[in-house]
């Protein structure tokens, strides 16, 4: 089965330090997602891409983050002066047109120091 | 705004014990609910899905009921496995929502023993 793939797993990095989480979605997919998880809080949604533009943002998605499609696999979340409170599991995730059913990678844990 | 309870875990049971993980949600209008599960390792997996008041979703032997006078939409399983060990998050979208904004619940551990 096709699946979104995200990269690191893991990724470390010191505080103000930018950093960019990669992101290759299922190839038939147009719709991209950005959602995540602090420890021991909920899942929280971030920001959704279409057709090389954001579509909807949430108010977490401030103007440290910025979402890009470089070319025609990848898809990068960019924080751009980490915060300690940035430290999360960041997840992918992509669906097709007209389906409500996203599939998700398996996460970048990011920890800021 | 929009929100998802679920009961908090771990919730441990023996294999072919039955499953009840509750979800209650707060949406105005018409939401679609969801149950997403989590494995050791993986994403977030689709385990099945409704989009209005008495729909029942099903997958794998998990059902859930949409109840509207009662906003919930409850996970149940009449005989658990140990490979069914895993995270389960119940979430909606907004009615009309064309951007897939999912509202997640904070996630149930599920646990299950020979």
């Known amino acids: 089965e096709p699946e979104v793939t995200q990269t690191p797993s893991h990724q470390v990095t010191q505080m103000g330090q930018e950093v960019i989480l990669r992101c290759v979605p299922i190839?038939?997919?147009?719709?991209f997602y950005w959602y995540r998880q602090i420890l021991g809080q909920k899942v929280e949604f971030l920001v959704s891409?279409?057709?090389?533009?954001?579509?909807?943002k949430s108010e977490i998605f401030d103007d440290q983050f910025s979402v890009e499609r470089p070319d025609g696999s990848n898809f990068t979340l960019k924080i751009r002066s980490t915060k300690l409170e940035d430290s999360a599991m960041y997840f992918c995730?992509?669906?097709?047109?007209?389906?409500?059913?996203?599939?998700f990678g398996s996460g970048t844990q990011l920890s800021v120091l | 705004g929009d929100s998802v309870t679920q009961m908090e875990g771990p919730v441990t049971l023996s294999e072919e014990a039955f499953l009840t993980i509750n979800c209650t949600y707060t949406a105005t209008g018409y939401p679609s609910l969801f149950w997403y599960v989590q494995y050791p390792g993986e994403g977030l997996q689709l385990l099945l899905k409704a989009t209005k008041a008495d729909d029942k979703g099903s997958n794998k032997g998990f059902e859930a009921t949409y109840r509207k006078e009662t906003t919930s939409f409850h996970l149940e399983k009449g005989s658990v496995q140990v490979s069914d060990s895993a995270v389960y998050f119940c979430?909606?979208?907004?009615?009309?929502?064309?951007?897939?904004?999912?509202?997640f619940g904070g996630g149930t551990r599920l646990m299950v023993k020979p």
């Open positions: 995730a992509s669906s097709e047109p007209g389906n409500e059913k996203l599939f």
């Open positions: 979430a909606l979208t907004p009615y009309n929502n064309a951007g897939n904004m999912l509202t």
């Open positions: 190839s038939n997919h147009l719709y």
């Open positions: 891409f279409y057709n090389n533009e954001i579509s909807e």
